[in-house]
């Protein structure tokens, strides 16, 4: 079984920057991918940045040039720099593993942008 656990969010203001981290456990494939996703109040979740194990990486558009993701593979950790971050980009962050057709998610992490 794998288990996702993440850190991090919470509130910050326009324009502000915040990280989120996710370390993954247990029987973990080695060619994976991992990503972070977010749902927003009343909607499906949406992915928001995707990293393979080779390091190949992928943003959804509204957060190209603003956040960053990479991860530390040894650690089995993955990380999401968020920069410049709007009031739009409220919502539940999850992080995702993809293996052998399998997904697990951690339990989510409120990120709330607001003056």
């Avoid at 247990?26 to 991992?34: A, F, L």
């Avoid at 992915?47 to 530390?72: C, E, L, M, Q, W």
């Avoid at 920069?83 to 919502?91: R, S, V």
Wanted: proline letters at 3%.
């Amino acid at each position: 079984q794998v288990q996702l656990v993440e850190s991090g969010g919470g509130l910050v203001q326009p324009g502000g920057s915040l990280s989120l981290s996710c370390v993954a456990s247990g029987s973990i494939e080695r060619n994976n991918i991992m990503g972070w996703y977010r749902r927003f109040t009343g909607e499906s979740r949406e992915a928001v940045a995707v990293i393979s194990s080779g390091g190949v990486t992928n943003y959804a558009d509204p957060v190209k040039g603003r956040f960053t993701i990479s991860r530390d593979n040894r650690k089995m950790t993955v990380y999401l720099q968020m920069n410049n971050l709007k009031p739009e980009d409220t919502a539940v962050y999850y992080c995702g593993l993809a293996a052998r057709g399998n997904a697990y998610w951690g339990q989510g992490t409120q990120v709330t942008v607001s003056s």
